[in-house]
């Protein structure tokens, strides 16, 4: 039988378990000298801003709002394409998420949309580089300086992206990181707020630092659900084990997702375990993985393109678009096909795990209820499909994976009419 291919790969450092095996006998899980040094390093990275961690790229963005101490119902700017959890982290820091649309070909929000929606009230914006493909930055800085508005870049998918040759997360006032299990920097959990001003910094140090220390126990159960998760996804091992509930899941119309990613609810309080600090562990593999990241990004900047060379003259099919000034870290690979809940079904069937929608249409969920202006854009990306790209694909596990999408699009008769296209 031909292994089965999951829709996701973590990047994994080849040292990991020497790494927490040297650290637990030290008894250094929690605290030790690898937290400075790995701050060091991602500043070194980023020109020298200050870096602070969090136990998760979302505590960063909520330090760095609370840091900032606007009024409660201030409103803040967020694209309608987002995951679902950062403008509820808004809310909890006691601000109003005002929505926009995106662009449906870069999948970001635009300076455009952006200026429309400031109000008297508007204090900040959330520039989101979705997938890994930086916003337009020089126009929506260029509104948010004129109006007197706090730039927040949301760079959950982009570490290391180029933005005019300029680093995302160095383009605004502050950034937030995320290194979660299939982010472009893996630390098994944690985040990282970027800062310019060094006041604020100070303050969003003292939150972050403020928070309890986390227990080891969660440290190691922590790295042990993410040596499940990426051991999971090998193609010979996800053959025998996800990908059965994946296909049962999909015959059954069930969701598979709904059973690992977090429910949608309101965060008031916040969830436990939110407020801890990041451990020494996990900036110990942070440190390690920042040697090998651009080497990643450039395997996935690779298959992204032999992908666009099988797909690009497919009816129907649309490769993602890169802009001439950016570079794209290619978190996810996103293209509009025909026909969408078809091609996955019938990709699922040639063993292709495919992901429909990586995020969520925040003006459609009911945790945000409306007024919302229209989002046509957001609305349209939901015919996109999550092509499985990621650097630890052997090459004729890539070519398999171009060829029965290809070939599941082709099979269409006839080709529908696509979205994109229409509009």
């Known amino acids: 039988m031909t292994s089965a291919i999951s829709r996701y790969g973590a990047r994994v450092i080849p040292n990991t378990q020497e790494i927490v095996g040297e650290l637990s006998r030290a008894g250094a899980l929690?605290?030790?000298?690898?937290?400075?040094?790995?701050?060091?390093?991602?500043?070194?990275?980023?020109?020298?801003?200050?870096a602070i961690t969090a136990s998760y790229g979302r505590m960063a963005f909520y330090y760095i709002l609370k840091a900032l101490d606007f009024a409660s119902g201030s409103e803040i700017v967020l694209p309608a394409l987002t995951f679902w959890v950062v403008p509820e982290i808004a809310r909890a820091a006691g601000?109003?998420?005002?929505?926009?649309?995106?662009?449906?070909?870069?999948?970001?929000?635009?300076?455009?949309?952006?200026?429309?929606?400031?109000?008297p009230r508007t204090v900040a914006v959330v520039p989101t580089h979705l997938w890994g493909l930086p916003c337009d930055m020089d126009e929506i800085l260029a509104v948010a300086r004129r109006r007197g508005i706090f730039v927040i870049e949301d760079c959950a998918h982009a570490l290391?992206?180029?933005?005019?040759?300029?680093?995302?997360?160095?383009?605004?006032?502050?950034?937030?990181?995320?290194?979660?299990?299939?982010?472009?920097?893996?630390?098994?959990?944690?985040?990282?707020?970027?800062?310019?001003?060094?006041?604020?910094?100070?303050?969003?140090?003292?939150?972050?630092?403020?928070?309890?220390?986390?227990?080891?126990?969660?440290?190691?159960?922590?790295l042990w659900q993410g040596r499940v998760q990426r051991v999971a996804t090998r193609p010979q091992i996800f053959t025998w084990t996800m990908f059965p509930l994946v296909y049962a899941c999909r015959r059954l119309n069930?969701?598979?997702d709904a059973y690992f990613w977090e429910k949608i609810?309101?965060?008031?309080?916040l969830p436990p375990g939110y407020h801890v600090r990041y451990a020494n562990?996990?900036?110990?593999?942070?440190?390690?993985?920042?040697?090998?990241?651009?080497?990643?990004?450039?395997?996935a900047r690779r298959h992204a393109a032999r992908m666009d060379s099988m797909l690009r003259h497919v009816p129907g099919v649309h490769v993602p678009i890169v802009p001439f000034d950016r570079t794209h870290t290619f978190y996810q690979y996103t293209a509009y096909v025909p026909a969408r809940d078809v091609v996955v079904d019938r990709c699922l069937r040639h063993?292709?795990?495919?992901?429909?929608?990586?995020?969520?249409v925040c003006t459609a969920l009911p945790l945000f209820p409306p007024p919302h202006v229209p989002t046509p854009g957001a609305a349209l990306t939901?015919?996109?499909?999550?092509?499985?790209?990621?650097?630890?694909?052997?090459?004729?596990?890539?070519a398999r994976v171009g060829t029965v999408v290809k070939d599941a699009v082709l099979s269409l008769r006839p080709v529908g009419t696509h979205a994109m296209r229409a509009s």
């Not at 982010?183 to 990282?192: A, E, H, R």
Request: proline share 7%.
């Open 382 to 398: 939901t015919q996109t499909i999550q092509i499985p790209i990621y650097e630890s694909l052997r090459d004729h596990e890539l």
């Open 351 to 360: 063993g292709v795990d495919i992901e429909t929608l990586h995020v969520d």
């Open 160 to 222: 290391g992206a180029l933005y005019r040759d300029r680093p995302v997360g160095t383009l605004g006032d502050a950034a937030f990181f995320s290194f979660q299990t299939i982010k472009p920097l893996n630390t098994y959990g944690g985040g990282m707020a970027v800062v310019r001003d060094p006041a604020l910094a100070r303050r969003v140090s003292y939150l972050a630092q403020s928070a309890p220390a986390p227990a080891a126990r969660a440290i190691n159960q922590k």
């Open 30 to 50: 929690v605290e030790g000298p690898h937290l400075a040094a790995f701050t060091t390093a991602f500043s070194a990275r980023l020109g020298g801003l200050h």
């Open 265 to 269: 609810r309101p965060f008031n309080p």
């Open 95 to 119: 601000l109003i998420p005002v929505f926009v649309d995106v662009d449906p070909l870069t999948f970001d929000m635009t300076a455009d949309a952006f200026e429309r929606a400031i109000g």
């Open 254 to 256: 069930r969701s598979f």
């Open 281 to 299: 562990v996990q900036a110990a593999i942070g440190l390690e993985g920042l040697k090998h990241l651009d080497r990643w990004h450039a395997e």
